[in-house]
C-alpha cells in the first residue's frame, strides 16, 4: 500500500471514529503528504529521529509543530492498530512550549460600530446584519454559523440548535435584538436570495446556495474596513467578544463554557486572562499610585 492510500484509509478511519471536521481533516491530510514528501519512504518506517530532523527542516512555528505532533501522533497509532508497526516514533517526542496569546477581540462599542455598518435597507445588508447579529448573540463558530438549517432556528421559542465539534449538539438562546434581525431576514431578504431554488440552508448567498466560510470572512473583513476598525478581525473575533464581554459582565464561567461548547473549561479561562489584562491596564492608567 503506497503513502497515499495509507493516508485516505487513516483519515476515513479518523472521521469515522472521531467525527473530526472537514477542515480538521484537510489540514491533516495536508501535513501528511508534506511529511511524506520529505520522507521518501514508507511512512511506516519513519523514526523519531526522521520526525525530529523534518521539524528542524522546516523551522515551523510552536504552533504548527504541536498540530503536526498531534497529527502524526494519532497516525502512527492508528497503524499499530492495524499492525503495521509496533511502537509509535512519537512516543518520547514532546510538544513546544506556546506562549500563550490573548485572541483579538472588539470592545462593546467596536462591536456596535462593526454592526451598524451594514444598510438594513438592502437583501445583502438584511442578511448580513443577521448573520453578524447572530454570530455575536450567540458566540458561534463561523462553521456553526454557515451551516445552520431552517430547522435549527426557533424564533418563536427563541433558541437554536447547534451541532458543533465532533457533532456534539448544543442549545443556545438568541438575544432579542437578533431575533428581530433574523425576522426581517426571513420575511424580506431570503425569499430574494433563494429565488426559485429550494434548500433548508438557512444564510444564503447571491446565487441561492449556502454561503460559504470564505465568502463570509471576505464580507466581515469589508464591513471592518468600512467602519475603520484596525484590528486583525475575523468572524471568530465576534466569538471572541461574545465570550469576554460575558465574562466581563459577571456571567459564570461554567455557563460560558457551555455556551462556547468548549469540551475543556481551561480552554474557556482565557477570558478570565483578557479581563485580568484590561483591569491592570486601567489600574495602570488611573490609579495614582498605578
Not at 143 to 159: A, F, K, P, Q, R
Not at 208 to 215: F, V
Request: aromatic content about 10%; charged content about 20%.
Amino acid at each position: 500500500m503506497d503513502n497515499t492510500e495509507l493516508i485516505d484509509k487513516f483519515l476515513d478511519h479518523y472521521w469515522l471514529s472521531s467525527g473530526a471536521s472537514q477542515n480538521t481533516l484537510s489540514a491533516y491530510r495536508s501535513d501528511l503528504k508534506l511529511f511524506s514528501k520529505w520522507l521518501d519512504s514508507d511512512l511506516s518506517h519513519a523514526s523519531n529521529t526522521h520526525i525530529n530532523d523534518y521539524f528542524k527542516h522546516r523551522q515551523l512555528s510552536a504552533a504548527t509543530q504541536a498540530r503536526i505532533l498531534t497529527c502524526l501522533r494519532i497516525f502512527y497509532q492508528y497503524l499499530i492498530t492495524q499492525q503495521a508497526i509496533e511502537a509509535n516514533p512519537t512516543a518520547r517526542l514532546h510538544h513546544p512550549k506556546q506562549i500563550q496569546k490573548l485572541p483579538v477581540f472588539l470592545n462593546i462599542e467596536e462591536v456596535d460600530q462593526l454592526l451598524n455598518t451594514t444598510d438594513k435597507n438592502t437583501i445583502f445588508g438584511m442578511r448580513d446584519r443577521a448573520m453578524l447579529e447572530l454570530l455575536y448573540s450567540c458566540g458561534l463558530r463561523v462553521s456553526e454559523l454557515i451551516n445552520l438549517n431552517y430547522h435549527n432556528i426557533n424564533l418563536n421559542e427563541e433558541y437554536i440548535r447547534i451541532h458543533g465539534k465532533v457533532n456534539k449538539e448544543r442549545i443556545l438562546p438568541m438575544g432579542e435584538v437578533a431575533i428581530d434581525y433574523l425576522n426581517t431576514y426571513e420575511l424580506k431578504a431570503r425569499p430574494f436570495l433563494l429565488k426559485s431554488g429550494q434548500t433548508d440552508h438557512y444564510f444564503l448567498s447571491n446565487r441561492g446556495s449556502g454561503m460559504s466560510r470564505q465568502n463570509f470572512f471576505y464580507i466581515i473583513k469589508a464591513y471592518a474596513l468600512k467602519a475603520g476598525i484596525d484590528k486583525p478581525l475575523s468572524p471568530h473575533t465576534l466569538r471572541h467578544a461574545f465570550a469576554t464581554h460575558l465574562v466581563q459582565q459577571g456571567a459564570d464561567l461554567r455557563s460560558v463554557q457551555l455556551m462556547l461548547g468548549h469540551s475543556d473549561i481551561s480552554t474557556t479561562q482565557i477570558y478570565t486572562h483578557i479581563q485580568n489584562v484590561q483591569l491592570k491596564a486601567q489600574h495602570a492608567k488611573h490609579h495614582p499610585r498605578g
